[in-house]
């Protein structure tokens, strides 16, 4: 199985894969650099996916890495975390918060109800990534607040108040709202360089 670390040095985090005889599949153009015996492959997609990707964020394509090495992926003011996904588990993702995985771990596509996506302002169709398998993965977690949940919850768009008129003073028409058993991977607190850097951003492309 691969082993996965985060590194850090001048506040740039990465991740390192190390390989023996293994493989590990990374999100699309995440590569810095390699070292060893890898090899990169590029798994087609199924038409399906390369359907949903007309209509998604989510990318399709994933390659892997087979062989015996290291592979450094890009870095970023950012944060990751690695977590472990058991059999029997379904986790679904926050949009564009995939970065790795095992290579047993499986990578599915799930959609959200049309409903929470109009109203989550993602349009009819809201796809997201699905994860399933025995493995590690890691999760890019300087976006969202939840970078993840297990599949017995549902996620809906609740009005805060009993009243829209109570909604309306308060400042929050609508929010999301998680029901039902089972796990939240919650980000509570920004990487504030990132956060920074994501605002200067916007600032610089609204003017």
Known sequence: MATFEIEESQSMRWVRIDLVDDDCR??????????????????????YAMWVSLFSAESVLRP??????????D???????????????????????????????????????MLTALFAGEG???????LSGDGQVVLVVDGPYVVAHTAGIRLAMRRPTKSLWSAWLAGQRRTFSYEGTGKLLLCTVPYWRRRMEMERAGAAAAT
């Open 26 to 47: 990374t999100e699309r153009a995440a590569l810095n650099h390699m070292k060893g015996a890898v090899t990169m492959t590029m798994p087609l997609p199924t038409p």
């Open 75 to 113: 870095s970023t003011l950012g944060g990751y975390h690695v977590c472990r996904d058991t059999p029997g588990e379904r986790w679904i993702l926050d949009t564009k918060c995939f970065w790795a995985s095992d290579g047993e771990v499986s990578l599915r596509i799930h959609r959200e109800r």
């Open 124 to 130: 009819l169709l809201w796809y997201k990534t699905a």
């Open 64 to 73: 892997r890495y087979v062989g015996t090495g290291s592979v450094f992926l």
